[in-house]
T-cell receptor, first 113, second 112 residues
Framework: GENVEQHPSTLSVQEGDSAVIKCTYS??????FPWYKQELGKGPQLIID?????GEKKDQRIAVTLNKTAKHFSLHITETQPEDSAVYFC????????????FGKGTHLIIQP | GEEVAQTPKHLVRGEGQKAKLYCAPI?????VFWYQQVLKNEFKFLIS????????ETGMPKERFSAKCLPNSPCSLEIQATKLEDSAVYFC??????????FGSGTQLSVL
């Protein structure tokens, strides 16, 4: 089955700086890679996703890049703000989400004022 | 509805008691998923449905866990004879066919 590794487990950055979270996956058949943000006491919220036919996707301060050859993908957050503090999860799926997601173990992002 | 609704928010059970969790998926979504999130943030896939049919149940501890998604009713996840290690947050998610997963806010199950 699929295995998703996520690094780092904790990331502390100064407000206004950029944050990068990296994930690798094992199954070359995976073709859908979402990122979720989870705040304390809440469910995961989809923030951005990318499919394997695209190398990069941007949405305002958030971007995701995908390297299919190396089987890794990354989340980039620019101009970080206090409200970006949360746990971020990457995930992978083989059928665009229809067969569910395999999650990484999460990155606790701390934005220092 | 426009969001996945999970009830109850919190559930406390003594070891050996039964627990039943409910999930109303987003209207029009044909896939429903159940995940278990334990203390260290890890998500464990339990089961998925396509409409009322089980799609994938490879993550279910079948001896004590069961789930249903019946027409015109909320989906449910039932745990018979709960154990201490069942303490976790249980998330339900729904998805249109082959699309993005949208999660509910979870049910915190505490087994004492």
């Amino acid at each position: 089955g699929e295995n998703v590794e996520q690094h780092p487990s904790t990331l502390s950055v100064q407000e206004g700086d950029s944050a990068v979270i990296k994930c690798t996956y094992s199954d070359s058949a995976s073709n859908y890679f979402p990122w979720y943000k989870q705040e304390l006491g809440k469910g995961p919220q989809l923030i951005i996703d990318i499919r394997s036919n695209v190398g990069e996707k941007k949405d305002q301060r958030i971007a995701v890049t995908l390297n299919k050859t190396a089987k890794h993908f990354s989340l980039h957050i620019t101009e970080t703000q206090p409200e970006d503090s949360a746990v971020y999860f990457c995930a992978a799926s083989q059928r665009g989400g229809a067969d569910g997601l395999t999650f990484g173990k999460g990155t606790h992002l701390i934005i220092q004022p | 509805g426009e969001e996945v609704a999970q009830t109850p928010k919190h559930l406390v059970r003594g070891e050996g008691q039964k627990a039943k969790l409910y999930c109303a998926p987003i209207k029009g979504h044909s896939y429903v998923f159940w995940y278990q999130q334990v203390l260290k943030n890890e998500f464990k896939f339990l089961i998925s449905f396509q409409n009322e049919n089980v799609f994938d149940e490879t993550g279910m501890p079948k001896e004590r866990f069961s789930a249903k998604c019946l027409p015109n009713s909320p989906c449910s996840l039932e745990i018979q004879a709960t154990k201490l290690e069942d303490s976790a947050v249980y998330f339900c998610a729904s998805s249109p066919a082959g699309g993005k997963l949208f999660f509910g806010s979870g049910t915190q199950l505490s087994v004492l």
